[in-house]
């Protein structure tokens, strides 16, 4: 076992890890600015939370990602647990998403799930051949199915939904074929509609009134009730036009063009102040951040290592790419935050943890040599 | 490292990637204008500031109607809405005061509060039904109102004359902005000028009625109650038709190149809105209605900035002044009530209308006898409209009456000019026109009771003094039918005498209308003495003796003091010795005791001069209580001839009618120095001399009293008194 002073050397002297730890600091240095003008008593509190979440970080390089996969399925039983556990607790404005701790310090057992799932998945996959069959599949999405559907009756559609997704991921890379996966798609596209009537009230009002907006037949209850705070979050980004509006954005945030926008709204934030300009880096940072996750999966030999980071890295983007979609009226309103962006010290954590592995696998793994892809290659050939 | 997998993976990603990024170009750059609109709309928090109605002043600058302030009781929109948010907020300002500690405590016990609350909410409308003596109907329709207004509001602020897609008046906006109103977050009226007692319940019970608040508002105040209220009308709630007409809009408050608040109607209705329902106050709607000012908070710019609140002032109605005297009128009123001049010949009261007018038209007095209070108007409405025995909604001067006997001295002018008689023309009276038919045509005086007495030969100007049938039955049978409509028409009667406020025109016959000449002959016979087929509205008659004292000149009554209205076509000319035998004869009603008018003004030292009238003519029958009496020999039929059948299973009958005989008195003052007009009318009083004539005195007493004639018969004014003083009106 090397000690962390060695770990994080090698960190920084690792090509494929610069890119990691670079988008992340510049991603929660947008973080902190865009809080700082929407609402700077919560800027303040979010630099403690990237501290801390750091420190998980770098703890998180400690062990060798072996350890953790091994841990997979004990981390996975655990998140089962908690999931069961939370939906005996006490409702918190009528879902049982946390648990309540004292000091109001909350657990979201679904964050913790995020990175579990995936790890056990991954561990799952690691020496499996068999998912180039139909009946391969069906453990990775019974798997998926326990967690998905626990945190459907919390309920919390949103990040139910991340599951499948990930899992998509994750057997695009683990080498499931297309044609079941596009089968399995279609399967849910037809099941939705015979799943509508078993949903809460409140999630089929949200399917209708996406599909009205949609459809452009949105009434005005929509833009007052549930596309209230999209309609908003929409002009703050369209007004922040293409080099944004600056402080005076800040200033229409504050008096209350979008509550709470330095949650999951807070792409509108940005979109506000630095306008067209500033979005589009936000974008260019996360497919970054990507590229180079995607780029250390390619390169790494061990199937579990490479497994898991593709399924970490697609999670943070996922959740990336529904949040602003959400803000941007692109998609439905899902109480997801923007990874590394929102404000909230539990969704930080978790990402960071989750980066936190990635980079342990940019440090330890064990690459294809070049020699060894030439050889590949010219044995392919 | 080039896992073909991973790049599929990322080519899905970066597809997501490139529409999100089209998405915000298409938004950020194409469409950024119209974004920052919608973003002005919600920078730019517009809020509307009340305006205050115009006065209507008489022609003293006496304030009859005004805008006064008062207390409403209010509920905040968000109450009517069922605001979950604004209740949470109350329920935890509540739970703070509470001291409840625990998280889950404090979570069940916001629950709870939140129920409490909202069950309080509810049970508002009965509860302000009961406080207030309303129906829940009427609070829950009120609720109504104000979500209608609401509606308006926000459909008005979408359609922005810069807001895309707007511009076609028919096409109402389907879509509305998010903005929240300050109207959304306010109080709004549901009972207005509610009394202390109210006011202090609810202030004290606050806590009981979430949403309610007591809030200062204004209030129309009639200070003279009942008097002139045909004429000063009433407000009501504005209606459909009247929000189509004149629908607020709201001006645009961005966009302009200096910031200033542009179009809009700011002096269109709102749901909920009062307009002028009757009278004056319907009349001068346009003049008296005040506009609606704007205030707009930029919240985006620094408070103490010049930007942070533009506001364009509300514009207070203007004032109308009327040419009617208040005071006058309710010393008129009140005295004619005192005196008990309206009981007629059978000892009970009567209805009655009185017209003061100067001899250019300026009305004085316009008096209907039956009043309501106007303060009390919205409790009264229901009662006033049902009630068809004293119509108190109907202004009587405003009426067609058969005129009877006041014709004649117009029949008489009419005659003299065209020579059909001259001053010295000699007609006997024997009682009846027609040799051996006694009973047709008579004379007023022909009665058996009076041992059947006759006026024997007489001139004109007796004729008009003694009120003689036989002499005007015979000029209008020589006049033709013709020549005495044509008479009828140049004097006004039965035309609209182009009076501001809405009249009966009354009615003669068509001129151009084919008729047996036998027939046409009779008619005219009749209308010599102002009977058959004409009715005239006092107003008229008023207008028609101002003409012919005028020798011909046109006048139209008018009560505005700004008057605009085109004198009527009518203008001919009388020949002044017509005009001197005409007045002769009217003084002469008054002066000599032969006259039917002698009595009543014995000992007044004002010369007045007029004519009675006694008008026979038919009318529905009403019991001593004011209940219709039946005429159960004519059952009403059906279609088919079957009696029709009530809701209580009892055949319908007409309304009784019988003949009875209006009292009419039209005079003027001074007689040698003609001034003021004065019609008195009692709706089947009885004789014009006896029941009429004293209302009319009254009026010159009165008009004396007020220094409009020299105070001949009444003590002269007191110096100390403020000129024309209210008098016994408060």
Not at chain 2, 400 to 416: C, D, H, I, N, Q
Not at chain 2, 679 to 704: C, I
């Amino acid at each position: 076992m090397k000690s962390l002073r060695q770990i994080l050397w090698k960190v920084l002297t690792t090509r494929v890890a610069w890119p990691i730890l670079l988008t992340i600091a510049l991603l929660c240095t947008a973080s902190i600015l865009a809080l700082q003008l929407s609402s700077p008593e919560n800027a303040d509190r979010q630099q403690i939370h990237i501290l801390i979440a750091s420190v998980a970080m770098v703890l998180m390089l400690l062990p060798h990602f072996q350890m953790v996969g091994r841990l997979g399925y004990a981390l996975y039983g655990g998140g089962v647990l908690l999931l069961l556990a939370v939906m005996l607790a006490p409702a918190q404005s009528h879902t049982h998403r946390w648990f309540v701790l004292p000091h109001d310090v909350e657990i979201q057992p679904s964050e913790i799930m995020k990175i579990a799932y995936v790890v056990a998945l991954a561990w799952y996959f690691r020496l499996r051949k068999d998912v180039r069959e139909l009946h391969g599949l069906v453990i990775p999405f019974a798997l998926t199915a326990v967690p998905f559907g626990l945190i459907l009756i919390e309920p919390d559609l949103g990040t139910a939904l991340l599951f499948p997704m990930v899992l998509y991921a994750m057997l695009v890379a683990a080498g499931a074929r297309f044609r079941h996966l596009l089968a399995i798609l279609m399967l849910a596209v037809i099941g939705v509609p015979g799943a509508f009537p078993f949903l809460k009230p409140y999630q089929q009002q949200r399917i209708v009134s996406i599909y009205k907006q949609w459809t452009g037949t949105a009434d005005e209850s929509h833009y007052q009730g549930e596309g209230f705070q999209q309609r908003q979050s929409e002009i703050a980004i369209g007004a922040g036009g293409p080099t944004g509006q600056g402080t005076q954005a800040a200033q229409h945030i504050r008096q209350g063009l979008l509550w709470a926008a330095y949650t999951d709204f807070i792409f509108a934030v940005i979109g506000a102040q630095w306008g067209f300009i500033g979005c589009l880096l936000v974008l260019v940072l996360y497919l970054a951040f990507f590229a180079a996750s995607m780029e250390i999966a390619g390169s790494t030999k061990d199937p579990f290592a490479r497994l898991l980071v593709v399924g970490l890295a697609s999670m943070i983007l996922f959740q990336a790419v529904i949040n602003m979609y959400m803000a941007s009226g692109m998609g439905p309103v899902v109480g997801i935050a923007l990874p590394f962006i929102s404000y909230g010290g539990s969704s930080l954590l978790t990402n960071m943890i989750a980066a936190g592995l990635i980079l342990n696998v940019s440090v330890r793994r064990s690459t294809y040599s070049v020699a060894a892809m030439r050889y590949a290659v010219a044995a392919r050939a | 490292m080039l896992n073909r997998r991973l790049v599929v993976l990322f080519c899905v990603i970066v597809a997501g990637f490139l529409a999100l990024a089209l998405r915000l170009g298409h938004m950020q750059v194409s469409q950024a204008d119209e974004w920052r609109s919608e973003l002005d709309t919600f920078v730019h928090r517009a809020s509307l500031i009340e305006t205050s109605r115009g006065t209507i002043y008489d022609r003293q600058g006496v304030a009859i109607a005004r805008d006064v302030p008062c207390y409403d009781l209010a509920i905040d929109y968000r109450a009517i809405a069922m605001d979950d948010a604004w209740i949470k907020a109350l329920a935890q300002k509540r739970l703070a005061a509470e001291k409840v500690t625990g998280r889950d405590a404090r979570a069940r016990r916001l629950a709870q509060l939140q129920d409490q609350i909202a069950d309080q909410i509810e049970a508002e409308p009965a509860a302000i039904a009961q406080v207030c003596r309303l129906s829940t109907e009427d609070v829950l329709a009120r609720y109504n109102e104000i979500r209608e207004k609401i509606a308006t509001l926000k459909q008005n602020l979408w359609s922005h004359p810069y807001v895309k897609g707007s511009g076609d008046d028919d096409e109402q906006p389907t879509v509305n902005t998010t903005m929240v109103l300050k109207e959304e977050v306010s109080p709004h009226t549901i009972v207005p000028n509610i009394p202390d007692n109210v006011s202090f319940y609810f202030k004290r019970n606050i806590d009981q009625y979430p949403g309610l608040t007591i809030i200062d508002s204004r209030r129309r105040e009639y200070r003279f109650n009942d008097v002139a209220c045909q004429v000063i009308g009433t407000l009501r709630s504005v209606d459909a038709e009247a929000l189509k007409r004149n629908r607020f809009a709201m001006p645009a408050i961005t966009g302009t190149a200096d910031g200033s608040i542009q179009g809009g109607n700011l002096q269109g209705y709102l749901p909920g809105d009062l307009m002028g329902g009757s009278g004056i106050e319907k009349l001068e709607e346009d003049t008296l209605r005040g506009a609606r000012g704007v205030k707009v908070k930029d919240i985006a710019s620094d408070a103490t900035s010049p930007d942070a609140e533009r506001r364009l002032d509300p514009v207070v109605g203007n004032n109308v002044q009327l040419t009617l005297d208040i005071g006058l009128q309710a010393d008129i009123q009140n005295n004619i009530r005192q005196k008990h001049l309206l009981k007629g010949e059978d000892g009970k009261d009567h209805f009655a209308a009185l017209v003061v007018m100067s001899l250019d038209g300026q009305v004085l007095t316009l008096w209907s006898s039956e009043t309501y209070d106007l303060n009390q108007i919205d409790a009264l409405r229901g009662s006033l409209i049902k009630d068809a025995y004293r119509r108190p909604l109907t202004n009587r001067a405003l009426q067609g009456y058969t005129p009877g006997s006041t014709v004649k001295p117009l029949v008489a002018s009419g005659a003299l000019t065209e020579n059909v008689i001259t001053p010295a023309t000699t007609i006997v009276c024997n009682g009846y026109l027609f040799p051996g038919k006694p009973n047709i045509f008579r004379c007023a005086i022909y009665e058996e009771t009076h041992g059947a007495a006759t006026h024997g030969p007489l001139q004109v100007v007796d004729a008009l003094a003694e009120s003689c049938n036989i002499f005007f039955y015979t000029v209008g049978r020589d006049m033709g039918m013709d020549r005495m409509l044509k008479w009828f028409d140049l004097y006004g009667l039965g035309r609209d005498s182009g009076f501001e406020l809405p009249e009966q025109n009354g009615s003669i016959p068509d001129p151009r209308a084919q008729r047996d000449a036998d027939a046409a002959l009779m008619e005219a016979t009749q209308m010599g003495i102002g009977q058959g087929p004409v009715t005239v509205t006092p107003i008229q008659m008023a207008a028609a003796y101002a003409t012919l004292l005028q020798g011909g000149q046109p006048v139209r009554p008018h009560i505005l003091a700004k008057d605009t209205g085109d004198l009527p076509p009518r203008r001919f000319s009388l020949p002044p010795d017509v005009v001197s035998i005409v007045r002769q004869g009217m003084e002469r009603v008054v002066a000599s005791p032969e006259g039917t008018a002698y009595k009543p003004f014995k000992g007044m030292k004002l010369q007045v001069a007029g004519k009675t009238g006694s008008a026979t003519a038919w009318g529905p029958v009403y019991d001593d209580n004011g209940n219709p009496v039946w005429d159960t020999t004519r059952p009403e039929k059906n279609a088919d001839g079957s009696p029709k059948i009530g809701p209580d299973g009892q055949p319908i009958y007409h309304q009784a009618t019988a003949e009875g005989t209006h009292a009419w008195f039209v005079g003027y003052a001074p007689a040698n120095n003609p001034q003021y007009v004065v019609v008195a009318m009692m709706e089947f009083g009885g004789y014009g001399g006896s029941w009429a004539a004293p209302m009319a005195r009254e009026a010159f007493l009165q008009l004396e009293r007020h220094s409009y004639l020299p105070a001949l018969d009444v003590p002269p004014p007191d110096p100390q008194a403020p000129p024309n003083a209210i008098g016994s009106a408060q």
